[in-house]
């Protein structure tokens, strides 16, 4: 079965080397679970680690506009994150009610199969309405099953794909995305003071100016030049290479704490 999006393959403002934005992705994730697990006492690792999601969630709205068949890549999200499960349990002390962070592509892969257009929606007025309700009640069902299921990121992961499928198209779109998005992400999370060794205590205008990008969660914003970059050189990983990075990085880090 054909991918849903069928329709055409727009040009996207955004990177398409998506093996390399992969890899940086995942260094940015070991950073942040080996901060969590071998080096509490190291905050920059964690803020470090804020960079990796919006990475992985703009690699999925690559591919989903490219994909060949869209329920196939579904399945491997689907397989690789059951694969993984235990590794992520046993490396990181989570549970089964803590799923690891494919079931969060993969329900912002379901989400936008939900929303992207389909071509009976161009026939008539009453396709168009029944295709944008069934849209709405597709995203509103991805983001209800984040919650429930305790997924990575929870309901705001999904949300933050589906944004970014939405401006896929322009670099500017994608930026005023990404800079609202993440202000309200960081709003509910702590407050980064120091990073390096360098005071992060700004007074006066400057205070008001960035105190709000002083919080942890909204330093997520740190992906947006690297999702923008024009990589010439695109890092192209064996389809198994691809998917095996993250279990095997799970290995690693499950090693490295008993070492």
């Given at each position: 079965m054909q991918r849903a999006n069928s329709l055409q393959k727009p040009s996207l403002g955004g990177s398409t080397a998506t093996g390399t934005l992969k890899i940086i992705a995942l260094i940015f994730m070991m950073t942040d679970h080996m901060g969590k697990m071998l080096f509490p006492a190291v905050p920059e690792m964690r803020v470090l680690g804020r960079i990796a999601f919006p990475l992985y969630a703009w690699c999925l709205v690559v591919g989903f506009c490219y994909t060949r068949n869209v329920w196939r890549y579904a399945l491997r999200l689907l397989a690789v994150g059951l694969i993984s499960q235990p590794l992520y349990m046993a490396a990181l002390a989570h549970t089964w009610r803590e799923p690891n962070i494919f079931l969060t592509l993969l329900l912002?892969?379901?989400?936008?199969?939900?929303?992207?257009?389909?071509?009976?929606?161009?026939?008539?007025?009453?396709?168009?309405?029944?295709?944008?309700?069934?849209?709405?009640?597709?995203?509103?069902?991805s983001l209800l099953l984040a919650q429930i299921f305790g997924c990575d990121y929870g309901w705001r992961g999904v949300l933050l794909i589906v944004l970014l499928y939405?401006?896929?198209?322009?670099?500017?779109?994608?930026?005023?995305?990404?800079?609202?998005?993440?202000?309200?992400?960081?709003?509910?999370?702590?407050?980064?003071?120091?990073?390096?060794?360098?005071?992060?205590?700004?007074?006066?205008?400057?205070?008001?100016?960035?105190?709000?990008?002083?919080?942890?969660?909204?330093?997520?914003?740190?992906?947006?030049?690297?999702?923008?970059?024009?990589?010439?050189?695109?890092?192209?990983?064996?389809?198994?290479?691809?998917?095996?990075l993250y279990p095997a990085h799970l290995v690693v880090l499950w090693l490295l704490e008993r070492i």
């Open positions: 912002g892969l379901l989400a936008l199969v939900a929303v992207a257009e389909k071509p009976w929606e161009r026939m008539s007025p009453a396709a168009r309405a029944l295709g944008r309700l069934a849209a709405g009640v597709g995203l509103a069902l939405g401006a896929r198209e322009r670099a500017s779109a994608l930026a005023a995305v990404m800079a609202a998005f993440c202000l309200y992400w960081g709003a509910s999370s702590s407050t980064v003071t120091s990073f390096l060794g360098l005071e992060l205590r700004p007074a006066g205008t400057a205070a008001v100016l960035l105190a709000p990008w002083l919080r942890l969660q909204a330093l997520a914003i740190l992906a947006l030049p690297l999702m923008l970059f024009p990589w010439r050189r695109n890092v192209r990983l064996p389809a198994w290479a691809g998917y095996g």
